[in-house]
Each structure stands twice: as C-alpha cells, then as structure tokens.
C-alpha cells in the first residue's frame, strides 16, 4: 500500500479536504484504485452530535456512519463508497485502546499514549486501507490520508507520531507528505509572504516529518521568487511546490494539479511511474469548462435554520450544483433563516422579515433541508404553505418532508394544533411521532442512520419516473421522528400521496401532492449520493420543474424512451 499524507499548516479551513480529494481524482486519471481516511483529532466519537455551526454538516455514509464532511468531498470526487472506519477520531482510538485495557489485552503493562495510542492508529490506518471502496474486490493501490486541524495543534500529536512511524515503517517509496499551507498577501505592502509557511514547514520537520510537496493556497498564483524562496527555505524542491490559488469552480483543482505535473512528481516519489497510465482528465475538463460557460441561472429559496454556515448544508448545496449543470442552469441559492419568515420576526425585526418574504417570492423553487429542535419551525411551515398554495415547486427534505406534512393538517385537514412529538409531545394531533426503536436517553448513533430501501407504492408518481421508474431506491437516512402511521389515511383522503415507503409498509418515505408542479417530500437524504454527472432524482426534478423542463421529462420516461 502506498500512502499520500495530507497535512495544514499555518491556518485551518484551506481546503486540506478538496487538495486531498483533487490528490485523489489525478491518482485515480492515471489509472489507479484510490482510498482516503480523514483524520478528525477531536474528542468526539464521530460527527454525529456536533452543531453544524461548529463543524459544518454531518455527513452520513452506507453504513450509518456519521462522519466528517470531507468524507463527503471524497466521496464526490473520488465515486467511491466509503465506511465509518474511514473517518479516525481520537474518541475512536482511545475507546478502543481502553476496551482492550479493560477486557486485559495489555495485562501488566502501563497504556501509554506511545506505543499503546500510536499503535492503535497505525494498525487502523494500515487495516482501513485495505478495505476496497470502488466497488472492484482486493485492495487500493494508494490511500490518501487527511490529518485535520493544523501541524502544532496538542490534539494531534499522537497522529503525527503515529503517522512519523508509519513513514518509518513503509519506507519512503511507499509515502508521500504533502503540506497545505497559506501564502498571504499584506494589502499594505502587497508582497507574497512565505514566513508563515517557513514556521509551518520547521514546526513539522521538528516533529520528525519532512514534506515532499507543498501545496500553497493563495489568492493569486504564486510568483516565482516566492517558488524559490520557498524552496530554499523549506527543503522542498521547486518542482515539488504547487500552487493552489482561488478558481471558479473547485472542479479545476484537479486541472490546476495536472498542469503543474503534480500527478508526474507524485508518481515519482512512490516509484508508481511504472504502473500507472497516461492522466486522462477530459471529463474533469469538461465538466469544469461546462460550468464557467453556463450563462443562465435559477433562483433557489433556501429555507433552513442554519444559514449562517454554507457548511451546514454542503452537501445538499452540492447536489443543487450537480442537478443545474445537468439542466444547463447555473444555481442561485437565496438564503433564508426560517425564523425571519415568522410573525415574530415582523414585530421584532421587521427588516428582516420584509426581505425573507420578499426573497421566497422571488425564488423559483423552495427548498427545506433536514435539522433538529423546534427554532425556525413556524417559518419552515410558512415557506411549505407559500409553495403549496402558490404552486412553486418544492422539496423537503427529512424534516422538510415532516413540516410539509404539519402544515398540509393544519390548513388542509384543519388540525390546528397538528405538530410533531419533537416539538410538542403534549399535542393531540401528532401528525409526525418519535420513532418505537429510538432512544431517549442517548443521542450519538441513535436514529435511523444509513442506506435503507424505499419500496415505491406505485409507479404512477414523479419520484418514481425520476428514478428511472425503479421499483425500489436505496438511500441514506438520518432521523429519529416519523409521518405517524395512523393519520396517513386521514391525509391521503384529503388529497396528499404518499408513494414511497420502507419495506414493512408503515414508514412513509416519499409524499407528492397531485395536481401541484411539484411538491415532494422525502424522509431520507439524497443529498449524500449525488455525484458529478449523476445528479440526485429529487434535486433534478426540483431543478426541471423550476426551469419549465420537468413535464417534457416525465412524458419521455412514460413512453419508455429513457
């Protein structure tokens, strides 16, 4: 196994997840099977019970795993299905050094951080690697490993250590350090400014790892006297330092890799020269230049609680993108915090209030993404009420899905005090109920979490056309509530359908309103199988129907003809 280490220094949030998945996307042009671990040295055991406005989204995979939203970036770029094992943590790593503590695996022995910690981490490392993610039987041929935070950070240190005796252990044609780090700009003296990478670089080497590569975010393309000042100062040679600076799109990241040679050096460095092929990156290309040259756009209302992060909902933002290009649009996301659309909201900040309204009406679609807890809930109903009575295509999603059904009993079937048990247990019209198998008393890894197979009811529906009139869809799941089973009847004879549900029949996954151009809710998220060139059903319908593309489409795949 050859291993690609990729690690950040001076500042965090430069992009060590698109850099490690673009890494990935070039090994994977020249003919390469490729994996990827993230690295997160945070306490947690997963991602699960973070805020999103600490930590951006929780992304969830096949197996149920709640991981960090880079596993989401690899996923995409890399088309590969990756486990929760593929996401380290220090909880996970301390947990299981101290199972084996307590069931007597180091019987006499004092645990140590080295080597009882630092073991733990290479023997998951070199175990996680060999698990294949592509689809193909045998191992990868590289794995591409992420370490989180920045170089310096106390949290880290054992996975440094760890990973210093990796390095030591594989040998240097079997590992590739790859250092991201920020070239600023001063805007008095307007001079690339190397010094903070010359710390970066020495606090690393001190910790006894030395960087092949460094991969340097800038805003502007690095000039170079800044190259080989780098170069001199930090023990890299010219050649081997890449310039990542801003582009339009994330999707030039692999182009900007290539045209540096970067895939070439990298080769060369874990004696790959010989196996690999010629990088063939013509679809990148494609895709990269199809999105720069797209002229039109759709507005899109955003209606969810935790706008103030784009992060929070990544990867739906994600799978927007990938529904416009494929409709030859350009995404115009308006944001909205749900709370702004309340009655509340026009006493106390009526501002706000006039430009969330006034922005929902000038959107051609509105979209309600998943979230927990009662705040901006009444928004979210008054947004799902706009789109239904107004007839604009809408999407809900998870807790969209469920507002949708609130709403739909409160104006339609006239249950004023319809709700769900999340936000008023007390109610007598649950509409939308605690799921039997929850739990109550411990939230991480709890819910309904991962694939899970929704049976369509009838093929006489949208979603299903979309879905290339499937039987059946697998999709991912994260929700601990539910439509109640006992009003579905009650909301079917007043119009709503539900046309997809789980294999028992009870848990209902899909609703569609007839006669509306579109208005769907669904439980699960599809968000999370999105793929470049293969957009998300729900996200594509939501996107045709806004653009006027959606009847053209349904009536072609009635004839059979897709």
């Known amino acids: 196994m050859k291993y690609v280490l990729v690690t950040g220094g001076v500042v965090s949030g430069l992009g060590k997840g698109v850099t490690a998945s673009s890494i990935g996307v070039v090994l994977k042009a020249c003919g390469l099977r490729v994996t990827s671990i993230k690295i997160d040295p945070y306490l947690n055991t997963d991602a699960g019970t973070m805020s999103p406005f600490e930590h951006g989204e929780v992304f969830v995979l096949d197996d149920g795993g709640e991981v960090d939203l880079d596993l989401g970036n690899y996923e995409r770029f890399l088309d590969v299905t990756l486990t929760r094992d593929n996401n380290i943590t220090t909880g996970k790593i301390y947990q299981s050094v101290l199972e084996k503590e307590r069931k007597g695996d180091y019987l006499g022995k004092t645990v140590q951080v080295v080597p009882h910690i630092t073991d733990a981490i290479k023997d998951w490392i070199e175990s996680v690697s060999l698990i294949p993610v592509d689809g193909k039987e045998g191992p990868a041929d590289v794995c591409v490993i992420e370490l989180g935070g920045t170089v310096g950070d106390i949290e880290s240190m054992p996975f440094i250590e760890a990973l210093r005796q990796l390095y030591f252990s ?39 790892l030395t960087p092949h590569f460094l991969a340097c975010r800038s805003a502007q393309p690095l000039l170079e006297s800044t190259k080989q000042k780098l170069s001199q100062f930090c023990h890299v040679p010219a050649a081997n330092i890449l310039n990542i600076h801003d582009v339009p799109n994330i999707w030039h990241i692999p182009l900007l890799l290539q045209n540096q040679n970067a895939h070439n050096a990298i080769l060369k460095q874990m004696d790959l020269v010989r196996v690999a092929k010629p990088v063939d990156l013509r679809e990148w290309t494609r895709r990269a230049e199809t999105f720069d040259n797209l002229t039109k756009s759709v507005r899109i209302a955003m209606v969810g609680k935790y706008v103030g992060l784009t992060d929070s909902y990544l990867s739906v933002v994600k799978a927007l993108l990938h529904a416009c290009i494929a409709c030859s649009f350009k995404p115009s996301i308006d944001w909205i915090a749900a709370s702004d659309l309340e009655d509340d909201s026009a006493q106390l900040n009526p501002e706000a209030y006039a430009t969330a309204w006034k922005t929902l009406k000038g959107a051609a679609c509105v979209l309600v993404p998943g979230g927990f807890g009662d705040r901006g809930v009444k928004g979210m109903i008054l947004a799902a009420k706009y789109a239904r009575e107004n007839n604009v295509p809408y999407l809900g999603i998870c807790l969209g899905m469920q507002i949708s059904v609130i709403e739909f009993a409160r104006s339609v079937l006239h249950l004023e005090k319809a709700n769900s048990e999340e936000f008023d247990p007390q109610t007598l019209d649950l509409v939308v109920i605690f799921m039997p198998e929850g739990s109550k008393t411990h939230m991480g890894s709890t819910m309904r979490l991962g694939s899970r197979k929704t049976l369509f009811q009838t093929p006489d529906c949208i979603t299903s056309k979309l879905y290339n009139n499937s039987k059946y869809v697998d999709e991912r799941h994260r929700h601990r509530y539910e439509v109640n089973p006992e009003v579905v009847g009650t909301l ?6 539900f046309v997809g549900s789980d294999e028992s029949g009870k848990r209902m996954e899909i609703l569609e309103l007839p006669g509306h151009p579109f208005y769907v809710g669904v439980q699960f998220h599809p968000e999370y199988k999105s793929r470049p060139g293969r957009p998300s059903a729900p996200f594509l319908g939501l996107i045709m129907a806004a653009t006027g593309q959606l009847e053209a489409y349904v009536h072609t795949q009635q004839n059979g003809s897709i």
């Open 170 to 208: 594989v040998g240097q044609d079997n590992f590739c350090l790859i250092h991201v780090s920020l070239i600023p700009v001063l805007g008095v003296v307007g001079e690339q400014k190397t010094k903070p990478t010359q710390h970066s670089v020495r606090e690393l080497r001190a910790l006894g």
């Open 492 to 497: 079917e004879e007043a119009g709503l359908r």
